[in-house]
């Protein structure tokens, strides 16, 4: 049986001002596609932010490859990618090479190195022409791959997206999915928070749920799970409401 | 915030975009400090070279006369006020305000420098990527002990990117407000109170999200030093530079004595 990347072992984390987490369990695989999915204010963004270290449980722990991330967090950091929410905040660079760049330099990988890996990723994602251009004048859909070549030329396991659909248009969720989906095919383990499931749920391999008390409610395969989405709260994706199969949203 | 503003960089390829910004940054100093003691004839000398650079590197002058038309107009009230202070022979008289020879000349050579010390200004923030600002940065504040120059120059880095961020914020806060009329109010404590604590917020905000975000791609201080390219057109550049400051300087001591 293959060994987990992470596993969640009875993860707590209490805010003074109230809400968080609550005894969360979970293990994940390689080449994995996780959603985690539950309404507003569950705790969504709490979870996945514990599991790179950005955030520490108040009891509980996360252990990366058997050891606990605390005890390398700049490998935990590098192994599990985490692409936020408003890609205006998290871009650092000054052209899109540089923002690109920023992570490697971080890990002190020599200029030559930093230089290939920076070519490679901005070729994969299709912004290579785009290298030189200020990232502020790039599109939602430009910036969000932006983001993500930002964390993938580090080479992480697992690629952590926060809601990437937010603010998106059609276009651009189209384009971020078709990336996204190709990064899963290519082998990474992807996890996903997300509130709504229409454009994400045939790509995904499997569910979390995650109730108003910021409670683990289910944990399963994504088409076992869609008549519980609306008693907890997240939107029925249109084709299971209408009774249809499941089609690749892109179609 | 795509638009051009007199701090944005201009890519290019000309040989001021292609030069060390290490020799840039001190060229720039060298010609700045030559302007305060140039005179006409050492003003019209750099006029021509600047020019020459500016044309080069293909910037629009129209551009560069649209970005500085509020600076000129600075320029022009600078003249003026010179004109009118400087004790000097009476030239002529304005609804009893008298223009002095002198004040004029002073007035006028003020103005040129200030106006050229600008142009070089603008063709270094054109020319230069902020990025390459930020290694300069880090290379000469390397020597001095007690500053953390890596640190100083991402801070720099920072402050370059995120500039514009808030500018935009700040528009957002004020629409946001003057959408609900509150342009209508005209105490100025409490327009100030609503347009600067909400942009507060959204700064901090904003400011702890990069925070998580650079955390995240394992920021540290110590990263991979920038690399600078050096060849025979540093020196050139450098050489032809000092030329240029003596031949400013130089006819300035002519006219004095």
């Not at chain 2, 702890?208 to 540290?220: F, G, K, V």
């Amino acid at each position: 049986m293959e060994h987990p990347i992470l596993e969640i072992d009875h993860l707590t984390h209490c805010f003074p001002s109230g809400g968080g987490i609550l005894d969360i369990s979970f293990q994940v695989f390689p080449k994995e596609f996780i959603l985690v999915a539950g309404p507003n204010g569950c705790g969504k963004t709490t979870l996945i932010r514990h599991l790179n270290g950005l955030l520490l449980p108040s009891s509980g722990q996360i252990l990366l490859h058997g050891k606990p991330v605390t005890s390398d967090i700049t490998n935990a950091r590098k192994t599990v990618g985490m692409v936020f929410q408003d890609a205006d905040t998290q871009i650092v660079g000054d052209t899109v090479y540089d923002e690109v760049a920023f992570g490697p330099e971080n890990l002190k990988m020599p200029r030559s190195l930093i230089q290939k890996k920076v070519t490679q990723t901005l070729e994969q994602l299709d912004l290579f022409h785009l290298k030189d251009r200020n990232p502020a004048t790039l599109s939602g859909g430009e910036k969000r791959r932006l983001t993500i070549a930002g964390i993938l030329v580090m080479d992480p396991e697992i690629i952590v997206l926060d809601e990437p659909f937010a603010n998106m248009d059609y276009p651009s969720s189209l384009s971020l999915i078709t990336t996204i989906r190709a990064l899963h095919a290519g082998g990474r383990t992807i996890i996903m928070a997300t509130h709504d499931l229409e454009e994400v749920i045939t790509c995904a391999t499997r569910m979390l749920i995650l109730d108003r008390q910021g409670c683990l409610a289910r944990d399963g395969r994504p088409g076992d799970l869609l008549l519980d989405l609306a008693a907890h709260g997240i939107k029925q994706p249109c084709f299971s409401r209408m009774g249809y199969g499941a089609p690749p949203w892109q179609t | 915030m795509a638009d051009m503003n007199i701090f944005t960089f201009c890519p290019g390829v000309s040989a001021l975009h292609r030069l060390d910004v290490r020799y840039k940054t001190a060229l720039v100093c060298l010609v700045s400090l030559a302007l305060l003691k140039a005179g006409f004839t050492g003003c019209f000398v750099c006029f021509l070279v600047l020019s020459w650079l500016v044309y080069t590197t293909r910037i629009s002058f129209f551009l560069i006369a649209a970005q500085l038309k509020w600076f000129i107009l600075l320029l022009g009230i600078m003249f003026i006020t010179r004109s009118l202070t400087v004790p000097g022979t009476p030239l002529f008289s304005f609804f009893g305000l008298v223009f002095s020879q002198e004040g004029l000349r002073q007035g006028a050579l003020v103005a040129l420098r200030f106006f050229l010390v600008m142009i070089t200004g603008l063709l270094f923030s054109a020319t230069t990527r902020p990025a390459d600002l930020k290694s300069a940065a880090q290379w000469y504040l390397h020597p001095i002990p007690f500053v953390p120059e890596k640190r100083v120059a991402i801070m720099i880095s920072l402050f370059l990117r995120f500039l514009p961020l808030i500018l935009t914020q700040a528009h957002q806060v004020s629409d946001a407000v003057n959408a609900r009329c509150g342009n209508l109010n005209k105490n100025p404590v409490r327009r100030i109170r609503y347009l600067v604590l909400p942009l507060l917020k959204k700064i901090f905000l904003a400011g702890d999200s990069l925070c998580l975000a650079m955390d995240a791609r394992c920021y540290n201080e110590d990263r991979t030093d920038p690399v600078f390219e050096t060849g025979r057109n540093e020196m050139r550049f450098l050489a032809a530079g000092l030329c240029l400051c003596l031949a400013m300087v130089y006819p300035f001591h002519i006219c004095v004595t």
